[in-house]
């Protein structure tokens, strides 16, 4: 099962804009995390954040976390062609298992 | 230089032949992960290890069979059982124990049974 949907599917923006990506959940969870998948690649961790936290930044990300609506989202500042991937959701609900749920992901594409 | 590898990068095979996906780490992680991903889905986890000797089904394990007898592998085997099995094959791994931590992931196995 899918626990993680992803809004937009897809998103197209030019080079320096924001890029920002929404994932909902249903149940309750120890942590939400991002990944970053290239075309036919592996996927790339680019953030965790507990559910006790609010908002976390690394770099260019900014991710919120708002378990009361179950959702977080997930802000690109000042994109770059290199962004271009897919981005994932994935919710930990396990119990300490660090089982991942994944969501369905955004395609973005930034262009120049 | 640590990682997690897997072989080979794309696998052909015919219909009705078991076929053995290879994953590799050198992390000295506990935890290891087979998923599988559809073209424009996300993933979904067919089997996943949390210690040596033991393992524990996923969401979609029918057809998949799996072993873990070293620390540093986690062989998928696609049996014939699987209705569908071309897809693309993803390995993880990550610390064990009770805290939150990242997976980190190989490069991934592209099976195509004809």
């Known amino acids: 099962s899918q626990q993680g949907e992803e809004d937009p599917q897809a998103l197209s923006i030019q080079e320096g804009e924001n890029a920002t990506m929404n994932c909902s959940y249903k149940?309750?969870?120890?942590?939400l995390q991002w990944y970053r998948q290239n075309s036919g690649r592996g996927l790339v961790h680019l953030i965790l954040?507990?559910?006790?936290?609010r908002e976390k930044h690394s770099g260019r990300l900014r991710v919120t976390l708002d378990t009361s609506k179950k959702s977080s989202s997930l802000l690109i500042t000042a994109s770059r062609a290199a962004d271009t991937a897919s981005y994932f959701c994935?919710?930990?609900?396990?119990?300490?298992?660090?089982?991942?749920?994944f969501g369905t992901g955004t395609q973005l594409k930034v262009e120049l | 230089d640590g990682g997690i590898t897997q072989s080979p990068k794309y696998l052909f095979r015919k219909e009705g032949q078991n076929v053995t996906l290879s994953c590799e780490q050198n992390l000295n992680h506990d935890a290891m992960y087979w998923y599988r991903q559809d073209p424009g889905q996300g993933l979904r986890l067919i089997y996943y290890?949390?210690?040596?000797?033991?393992?524990q089904k996923g969401d979609i394990a029918e057809g998949y069979s799996v072993s873990r007898e070293k620390k540093e592998s986690f062989p998928l085997t696609v049996t014939s059982a699987q209705k569908n099995p071309t897809a693309f094959y993803l390995c993880?791994?990550?610390?064990?124990?009770?805290?939150?931590?990242?997976?980190?992931f190989g490069p991934g196995t592209r099976l195509t049974v004809t």
């Open positions: 290890s949390q210690i040596v000797n033991d393992f």
């Open positions: 993880a791994s990550t610390n064990g124990g009770t805290g939150a931590y990242e997976q980190y």
């Open positions: 994935a919710t930990d609900n396990s119990g300490g298992g660090n089982k991942l749920t």
């Open positions: 954040i507990r559910s006790n936290e």
């Open positions: 149940t309750s969870i120890n942590n």
